[in-house]
């Protein structure tokens, strides 16, 4: 399994492949906000840390693109909770 997530914005989400399916986390943009709305792992993979992988990777992104971020996802929240070196993201 790879660990590079991308920004696929046709659908917005944040993609990274998991086995033969793929975890996301779907996103609402808006200036300078990005609102982290759903996380999801494939089922037969969860409780393997995919879950806070991407969305470490997602914070990172969100990071070098200068944007705040809205944790409405309760999985990205308790990560971030978890996490202080990410709590400056917050809006």
Do not use: Q, W
Not at 38 to 59: D, Q
């Amino acid at each position: 399994m790879g660990s590079e997530i991308r920004d696929n914005p046709d659908r917005s989400r944040f993609e990274m492949d998991a086995g033969n399916d793929i975890a996301v986390v779907n996103y609402r943009l808006a200036p300078g906000v990005i609102t982290l709305s759903h996380t999801e792992v494939p089922e037969e993979l969860e409780g393997r840390g995919l879950g806070s992988t991407i969305v470490r990777g997602v914070l990172d992104i969100v990071r070098a693109r200068g944007l705040k971020v809205v944790p409405a996802c309760g999985f990205v929240a308790a990560f971030i909770r978890r996490n202080p070196d990410y709590r400056d993201l917050l809006a």
